[in-house]
């Protein structure tokens, strides 16, 4: 049976978010704000076209793609930098390139148990964010 990531995840904890965001360049504000948020996730998984839904009572993300196809990704409400990504299997793993002005840019998702793993990857920075399934 193959992985199914569909469903509403709730935030757990993460680790280096601060890192990573510096990397990105966000600002003090918006970072401190951004530390404090417990994000839900919802994903949809129908084959190889996945959607997923980062919501917060700060700000929402949304991205929808589908496995081996490039897509152009705006990162609104982020860094806002355009990325040309693409996300590709890894046994069980789904792994995003974000290919753009940073380097080493992109993010992978796995589950274990009924957690939700996220790394959130940037010029050497690793973030890990945990979910569980609601
Ligand atoms: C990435 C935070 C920090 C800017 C706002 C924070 C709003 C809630 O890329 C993401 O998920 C992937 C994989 O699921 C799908 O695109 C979400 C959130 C990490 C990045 C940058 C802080 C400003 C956070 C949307």
């Given at each position: 049976?193959?992985?199914?990531?569909?469903?509403?995840?709730?935030?757990?904890?993460?680790?280096?978010?601060?890192?990573?965001?510096?990397?990105?360049?966000?600002?003090?504000?918006?970072?401190k704000?951004?530390?404090?948020?417990?994000?839900?996730?919802?994903?949809?998984?129908?084959?190889?076209?996945?959607?997923?839904?980062?919501?917060?009572?700060?700000?929402?993300?949304?991205?929808?793609?589908?496995?081996?196809?490039?897509?152009?990704?705006?990162?609104?409400?982020?860094?806002?930098?355009?990325?040309?990504?693409?996300?590709?299997?890894?046994?069980?793993?789904?792994?995003?390139?974000?290919?753009?002005?940073?380097?080493?840019?992109?993010?992978?998702?796995?589950?274990e148990?009924?957690?939700?793993?996220?790394?959130?990857?940037?010029?050497?920075?690793?973030?890990?964010?945990?979910?569980?399934?609601?």
């Amino acid at each position: 049976m193959p992985v199914d990531f569909s469903g509403t995840w709730n935030f757990v904890r993460s680790e280096n978010l601060e890192a990573y965001m510096l990397t990105l360049g966000i600002d003090f504000a918006t970072r401190k704000i951004a530390n404090m948020l417990k994000p839900q996730k919802f994903i949809k998984q129908e084959g190889d076209v996945f959607s997923i839904q980062t919501t917060s009572t700060f700000r929402n993300y949304s991205v929808k793609f589908k496995i081996g196809e490039e897509f152009d990704e705006d990162n609104k409400g982020l860094d806002n930098r355009k990325c040309r990504s693409v996300v590709t299997w890894d046994k069980d793993k789904i792994v995003c390139t974000q290919n753009g002005e940073k380097k080493n840019r992109g993010w992978s998702h796995w589950i274990e148990g009924d957690e939700l793993y996220l790394e959130l990857r940037c010029e050497g920075q690793t973030s890990t964010q945990v979910f569980k399934r609601a």
